[in-house]
Structures are given as C-alpha cells and as structure tokens.
C-alpha cells in the first residue's frame, strides 16, 4: 500500500500570498495518477487537480499541479478568501490512498 | 446534470446494522465504478473500496471487510453501503464517489454524495 505523508500540516498565510503544499509518496505512483482535493467544513471533496497536473473542469487557473514518481506539489498562486480549507493528495487507480491532509488558514 | 445523493442520517446502537444508499444520475450508471469513503469527526478521508457496476463484485480496502458489504440495484441505479454490528468507532460521515476508468486510464472521483453521517452511540 502506498502511503502519502502531506507537508505542512497547517500553513497560515494572507489572502494574496502564495501557498505551496507538499505531499510525498512511499513509492512511485504509477501513470502519475495524483489527484488533490480541496474539502470545506460540512462538503464533500471537491476535485481540484488530476493526473498530477491537469486542472479539473471549472478550477481557476490559480490552482497547479506539479511532479513525478513520489513527490507532487501543489500551488495556489494567489489565495482568495474562498481558498481556505483542508487539502487533500490521493493516489488513485487499482486502489485509493488519501494523504493527511494541509490545513491552509487566514494567518 | 451528474449527481450523487445520498441518504440521511443515522442513529444507531451498538451493535445494530445500517444500510446508507447513494442514488445516481445524469449518467450511465454502468459505466462508472462506485467507490465509498470514510471520514471520522475530525479526521481525514479513508478508502473503504469499490464496486464494480457491470458485475457487482465489491472489493474491500484493508480494514474494511467482514462487517461492510457494498451492493447495487442497477434498476434504480443505486449503491448500498451496509454495515453490521456497529461499533463507536464506525462513527463517521461516509461518502460514495463515482470512478471512470477506460483501457487504458483511470480518473479519480469527479462526484461525490453530499455524505451521510452515521453515528453510532449508546
């Protein structure tokens, strides 16, 4: 079973910085099948990133996906208000595995 | 338009069984797999497995068999997630997610149930 350990667990930052959050595989993740989730208190996930890198429908441009083999990075260029939430890594296909999750807070 | 809805919540004993559904539609409902996930109060998001819509063979993440069986009614595409002889610890909102995968690609959940809560006290 692959593991996903995210970093950090909680990032405070301001509306208009930059967040970066990390999350790092036990093993290669086959075809780069990485997806990150953004969850808000009371909803369901919502698919943000897939494929390590390709933006789901409808998900600004603010939002990136990078990296290969075992660590992915995701980025929020500039964060909006509406950006503040819990964010999960998963690796998907013959099997699931969610990573922690990054709690990204209104510093 | 695609969605996924879930029953309302439960309350249960100890030791009783549940039985959440998820209703799809605004697509083949054969054509996607079923996967449910669990997530404690406060916790993050847990695989407990999928079922396979064309056949209805589920499979069970680690941690998940024995109590949780996974089981469809195509005709109204609906999936069942029933779990039995509850326990506290089942506590939790569980979510169903629908999955594509092609020949040669899989995606991961684009829709999710709004989630159902299951609690389970004395």
């Known amino acids: 079973e692959i593991v996903l350990t995210q970093s950090p667990g909680t990032l405070s930052l301001s509306p208009g910085e930059r967040a970066t959050l990390s999350c790092r595989a036990s093993q290669s993740v086959s075809s780069s099948y990485l997806a990150w989730f953004q969850q808000k208190p009371g909803q369901a996930p919502r698919l943000l990133i897939y494929g390590a890198s390709s933006r789901a429908t409808g998900i600004p441009d603010r939002f990136s996906g990078s990296g290969s083999g075992t660590d992915f990075t995701l980025t929020i260029s500039r964060l909006e208000p509406e950006d503040f939430a819990v964010y999960y890594c998963?690796?998907?296909?013959?099997?699931?595995?969610f990573g922690q999750g990054t709690k990204v807070e209104i510093k | 338009q695609v969605q996924l809805v879930q029953s309302g919540s439960e309350l249960k004993k100890p030791g009783a069984s549940v039985k959440v559904s998820c209703k799809a539609s605004g697509y083949t409902f054969s054509s996607y797999a079923m996967n449910w996930v669990r997530q404690a109060p406060g916790q993050g998001l847990e695989w407990m497995g999928w079922?396979?819509?064309?056949?209805?063979?589920?499979t069970y993440a680690q941690g998940f068999t024995g109590r949780f069986v996974f089981s469809l009614d195509t005709s109204v595409s609906t999936a069942y997630l029933q779990i039995s002889s509850l326990k506290a610890e089942d506590t939790g909102v569980y979510y169903c997610?629908?999955?594509?995968?092609?020949?040669?690609?899989?995606?991961?959940?684009?829709?999710w149930g709004q989630g159902t809560l299951v609690t389970v006290s004395s």
């Open positions: 079922i396979n819509p064309n056949t209805g063979n589920p």
């Open positions: 998963q690796q998907y296909g013959s099997s699931w595995t």
């Open positions: 997610a629908r999955e594509y995968c092609s020949s040669t690609t899989c995606y991961p959940p684009d829709y």
